[in-house]
C-alpha cells in the first residue's frame, strides 16, 4: 500500500492563478479531508468528504473547492490563488471500520502564492 | 464550539528528562483524542489514540498520555526524552456520530531538546 499520496510536493503559483493539488489513497477509505497548517495555528479543516459524490465544508473554506467523484481521489482546486493562501496543506482519509477515526495523512504540499 | 488547546507553545527540555506536554478539549462529550507528531518538513505521525477505556495510553517512542475526564486533559508524557524527540507535537480530538473525518488540532507545542 502507498498509503495516501500527494502531489505536487511543492508549488508556487502568482496571485490570481489556479491549480489542483491531487490527493490519493489506496486503503478504500470512505473519509478523506484536507487541512491546511500554518504556524501557531495548528491544522484546520478546509473540506471533507464521507464518500464518493459527497463533500461538505470544514473550517477555513473560502477560495477552495473539492469533489470526489471515486472512493480513490479528493482534489482541492484553488480558483484564484492569494498571498493568504500561503500554507502547507495535508490530505487525509480515514475509515470508520479500521482502527476508529484515526486519520492517515498524506507527506503534504507546500504553497506559496507570491 | 469545539475545541482543542495547547497552553505551551514552546517547551525546552534537556536529554534524559522527564516530559509532559498538556492538552485540553473542550467538547459536550468525551471525544476520541490523539496525539500527532510532526518532524520539520515532514508529515504527522500517529503517537497513540483514546477512544475508551483504560485512562493511561501506551504509544509509539516510549510516549504515554492519560485520559482526565475530569480536568478535560489529555496531556503526553515521557520519562527521559531523547535528542530524536525534538519535533512539534499536535493534540487533536474528533467528536463521536457524524463527525467523521473532521479532525480539530491544537495549536501544537515545539519541543526542543538540549544536550
Known amino acids: 500500500n502507498a498509503g495516501v499520496t500527494q502531489t505536487p510536493k511543492f508549488q508556487v503559483l502568482k496571485t490570481g492563478q489556479s491549480m489542483t493539488l491531487q490527493c490519493a489513497q489506496d486503503?478504500?477509505?470512505?473519509?478523506m479531508s484536507w487541512y491546511r497548517q500554518d504556524p501557531g495555528m495548528g491544522l484546520r479543516l478546509i473540506h471533507y468528504s464521507v464518500g464518493a459524490g459527497i463533500t461538505d465544508q470544514g473550517e477555513v473554506p473560502n477560495g477552495y473547492n473539492v469533489s470526489r467523484s471515486t472512493t480513490e481521489d479528493f482534489p482541492l482546486r484553488l480558483l484564484s490563488a492569494a498571498p493568504s493562501q500561503t500554507s502547507v496543506y495535508f490530505c487525509?482519509?480515514?475509515?470508520?471500520?479500521?482502527?476508529?477515526?484515526?486519520?492517515?495523512f498524506g507527506p503534504g504540499t507546500r504553497l506559496t502564492v507570491t | 464550539a469545539q475545541s482543542v488547546t495547547q497552553p505551551d507553545i514552546h517547551i525546552t527540555v534537556s536529554e534524559g528528562a522527564s516530559l509532559e506536554l498538556r492538552c485540553n478539549y473542550s467538547y459536550g462529550a468525551t471525544p476520541y483524542l490523539f496525539w500527532y507528531v510532526q518532524s520539520p518538513g515532514q508529515g504527522l505521525q500517529l503517537l497513540l489514540k483514546y477512544f475508551s477505556g483504560d485512562t493511561l495510553v501506551q504509544g509509539i517512542k516510549g510516549f504515554e498520555a492519560e485520559f482526565k475526564r475530569s480536568q478535560s486533559s489529555f496531556n503526553l508524557r515521557k520519562p527521559s526524552v531523547h535528542w530524536s524527540d525534538a519535533a512539534e507535537y499536535f493534540c487533536a480530538a474528533i467528536a463521536g456520530g457524524t463527525s467523521y473525518g473532521k479532525l480539530t488540532f491544537g495549536q501544537g507545542t515545539i519541543l526542543t531538546v538540549h544536550p
Open positions: 486503503m478504500n477509505h470512505e473519509y
Open positions: 487525509a482519509s480515514s475509515s470508520p471500520g479500521q482502527g476508529l477515526h484515526e486519520q492517515y
